[in-house]
């Protein structure tokens, strides 16, 4: 998106996310037809996400959920952002 003239505001604009999603919806628009984005977290600027848009579920499988959370890594996230689950 550089390449466009995108700069880190894109991903990085406050509530209500405006200008992100103005973006988003011109990607998924686009006649190239890209099947998502990756971008770097609002939070943390070193980890990286990715948005997929509907297009591209059919190419999307679940291969083995997770559905306890109550496991290392998702403390060490909690841990590292300061953040935690409501009993």
């Not at 996310?17 to 939070?43: F, K, L």
């Amino acid at each position: 998106m550089a390449k466009i003239g995108a700069t880190a505001e894109v991903a990085h604009d406050g509530l209500p996310y405006d200008t992100p999603q103005s973006w988003s919806t011109a990607i998924a628009d686009h006649p190239i037809r890209v099947d998502g984005v990756a971008y770097h977290a609002r939070h943390d600027d070193t980890e990286l996400c990715c948005a997929i848009f509907d297009r591209a579920r059919a190419s999307i499988t679940v291969e083995s959920p997770i559905k306890d959370l109550d496991q290392d890594w998702f403390w060490r996230l909690a841990q590292r952002y300061g953040v935690g689950m409501a009993p």
